[in-house]
């Protein structure tokens, strides 16, 4: 083989692979989640294939194992991620900088809800604990470090003049230390009307009850933390309750601020038009209407680009939301 025919070969053979690779998507994007463990970080995992399989030329999506809700956001605002996995009662608090954001708002848009997140306060069966009012002076986790439902729950727990001895730490150290009795509980966000999948763990060999919130607990969230649901469950024989009363928000995804409104509008209309996907990984969503939802417990302004594709499959988005 002489030298021009060995170049000309492989050029042609460089030509054939150039031809034959994909093309690089134009946009990374970086999806912040939650704990690994948790059934939403299998949610946020189904975004992204969602994304990258419906613009696979613009768009390459990738999913952040973080520390939830307040994480996110604070990530988000560093241009970090660029859409995060958000409560409706944090959000809000974040983009109208009060609370736990005083003086430090972060203008995160909501782009959609599609969870009802009731908080259980669990613990251990054999603590003789069966009233909120007891945990005082009890070692109690008040969920993972950094997550909404530890801000919310300390928010809770304070208005209610109640303050246990609390143990910190990831939804694993918190697990942990209530099957070595270390704890006697901690507060974790439910999956619809049961029990999350780590809850569900701790009780297979650590039989553990919920406690409600009595009538004047309830009055006192709902006169003074109004971002808040008030939520009726059914409770059952893991619960080891009847009926019971519980606090809770809406989960949702709210994009970093400065997100633009194309970005925006795309990730939100292929997500809301793959709910095969979306119910395979987090399957409470199945049969929910998440554009309607969205409307409903939103309480914060919604990403133009969200608006754009609502207002486009003929919602009337409320003037508070834009």
């Given amino acids: 083989m002489n030298l021009h025919t060995f170049v000309t070969g492989a050029a042609m053979a460089l030509s054939a692979l150039a031809v034959a690779a994909p093309a690089q998507a134009e946009t990374r994007l970086a999806f912040g989640a939650t704990n690994s463990q948790s059934a939403h970080y299998a949610y946020f995992a189904s975004l992204a294939k969602i994304v990258n399989t419906a613009y696979p030329e613009t768009y390459q999506a990738s999913v952040v194992e973080t520390g939830a809700t ?62 909120l009012a007891a945990l005082a002076g009890q070692k109690f986790g008040p969920g993972m470090r ?42 974790k966000s439910a999956v619809g009307t049961s029990f999350d999948a780590l809850t569900t763990d701790i009780a297979a060999f650590t039989p553990l009850q919920v406690l409600g919130v009595s009538d004047d607990q309830e009055a006192k969230i709902r006169e003074t933390l109004p971002e808040l649901s008030i939520v009726e469950m059914p409770g059952g024989e893991m619960e080891n309750s009847g009926p019971y009363t519980a606090w809770g928000f809406m989960i949702g995804v709210s994009a970093r601020p400065g997100l633009d409104d194309q970005t925006a509008y795309d990730l939100t209309k292929a997500v809301m038009e793959n709910m095969p996907e979306q119910a395979a990984a987090f399957p409470t969503v199945k049969g929910l209407n998440l554009p309607e939802l969205t409307l409903q417990y939103a309480t914060s302004p919604l990403h133009p680009g969200a608006i754009r594709y609502y207002e486009e499959i003929g919602l009337t988005v409320p003037d508070h939301l834009k």
């Fill in 70 to 131: 307040v994480d996110n956001l604070k990530r988000m605002a560093r241009d970090q991620l660029d859409i995060g996995l958000i409560t409706t009662s944090t959000l809000y608090h974040a983009y109208n900088g009060v609370k736990s954001f005083d003086g430090r708002p972060v203008e995160s848009k909501l782009l959609w809800a599609y969870s009802l997140a009731p908080q259980n306060v669990v613990v251990r069966r054999d603590s003789g604990i069966t009233e």
């Fill in 146 to 187: 950094g997550s909404s439902t530890e801000a919310t729950a300390l928010e809770v727990f304070d208005l209610l003049e109640i303050t246990p001895d609390w143990v910190r730490g990831t939804n694993g150290e918190q697990a942990n230390a209530i099957k070595d009795d270390r704890s006697e509980g901690f507060v």
